[in-house]
């Protein structure tokens, strides 16, 4: 079966090494390989003698996103609801991440984009190294930040969530440690030795992993031009009220005190899609005040809205411009912000008519954080 292939796995005493397995595709999550990842989660979370769960990725990525070319083909032939179970099944995988009653560490020593995210940052061990490449860049391809990321997006310091889901900005290992996104940094080169170290954790206890993590940890320095040295203007222009508000600050920022950075943050966010910035926008914003199963049941609804085309059919020209043609130079329809007003950002976050909100497995190991609430 391609989905076994796809995840390779290793059985080390009581630890379970699970890695993604299609690096000429930057490992890119296959609807496979989202059901293979839940059963085997679920299966050793039920086994007394598996202790700790780890997942990686081969070659240079650690997950570069989800499978996109299938999901648009169903909406270029009007079948998106064929695409619907996949959102259904990964963002499960995520919730059960999220509720993980096992310790489990991701090492993250790659590009983690889009699902790659999702099925790293919702568990509880979070491993950056020197090669570390995280983003979400969905707003550019005309879908919006989604597996759970209204969630973890909207609890990094102050508006930090908001300028990195909104614009795509590329963050570093150290950047990731620096805002909470990486729970450890380590070092490339010291990768092996930590891995046979977890192999010898006993328990189920996530103190016994944790302990031999910060063994290895090191605290990288921020590099001087990074982002997260401009939280004080992020703070103060990411958390207007709206997009086109957000644009302003920046453009007024820009004219006190030219700077190359702000010039290329207010880009990204005139080229990225009307639509998705406005919908993100708000999706981050009430994720602040939701658990994470709340967050993944609002963002199925927005995700099969997207993908059925009926408010905007961004996401087929976003692939188009940026994976398929690659010309970067997408015609969104609405054009402009000012096109979409608050009824349109509105129908996103309604049931679709005829489909049915996610629905979790139930859950032993509910943090009070992670409980769905009803929308």
Not at 250 to 266: A, K, N, V
Request: aromatic share 8%; glycine share 6%.
């Amino acid at each position: 079966m391609a989905s076994h292939s796809q995840i390779l796995v290793e059985e080390k005493s009581s630890v379970r090494i699970l890695t993604l397995n299609r690096p000429r595709q930057l490992n890119a999550l296959s609807s496979n390989m989202i059901s293979r990842l839940l059963q085997l989660f679920r299966a050793y979370e039920e086994d007394p003698s598996v202790t700790l769960v780890i997942l990686k990725g081969q070659g240079r990525a650690f997950c570069a996103g989800g499978d996109i070319p299938p999901l648009l083909s169903y909406v270029i032939q009007g079948k998106w609801r064929l695409g619907a179970p996949f959102f259904a099944d990964q963002y499960t995988l995520n919730y059960v991440l999220a509720t993980y009653s096992k310790a489990q560490v991701s090492i993250l020593n790659g590009i983690v984009m889009g699902a790659g995210a999702g099925v790293s940052i919702h568990g509880r061990f979070r491993i950056a190294t020197e090669n570390t490449v995280f983003a979400m860049p969905e707003t550019a391809l005309g879908l919006l930040p989604d597996v759970g990321a209204s969630y973890f997006l909207s609890r990094l310091p102050g508006f930090f969530g908001e300028y990195v889901g909104l614009t795509g900005a590329r963050l570093d290992g150290a950047e990731m440690l620096a805002c909470g996104l990486a729970t450890h940094f380590v070092p490339s080169t010291r990768l092996t030795s930590l891995e046979e170290d977890l192999c010898t954790v006993g328990s189920s206890d996530p103190s016994f992993a944790s302990t031999i993590l910060d063994a290895y940890t090191e605290r990288p320095h921020v590099k001087q031009n990074s982002a997260y040295h401009r939280l004080d203007v992020i703070d103060r222009c990411f958390s207007r009220r709206t997009v086109e508000d957000i644009i302003s600050a920046l453009e007024r920022e820009f004219t006190q005190r030219p700077d190359d950075w702000i010039s290329s943050t207010t880009q990204a966010l005139k080229k990225a899609s009307p639509s998705s910035l406005k919908i993100s926008l708000r999706s981050i914003r009430e994720g602040r005040l939701q658990g994470v199963g709340h967050c993944l049941i609002r963002e199925y609804r927005m995700v099969c809205h997207v993908m059925k085309g009926d408010l905007s059919k961004d996401i087929v020209e976003g692939c188009r411009a940026i994976l398929v043609d690659k010309d970067k130079n997408p015609k969104w329809e609405p054009r402009r912000l000012e096109d979409i007003n608050d009824r349109m950002v509105d129908q996103y976050f309604e049931r679709l008519e005829g489909l049915e909100d996610l629905k979790f497995p139930p859950r032993n190991n509910l943090r009070a954080s992670s409980i769905a609430a009803k929308l």
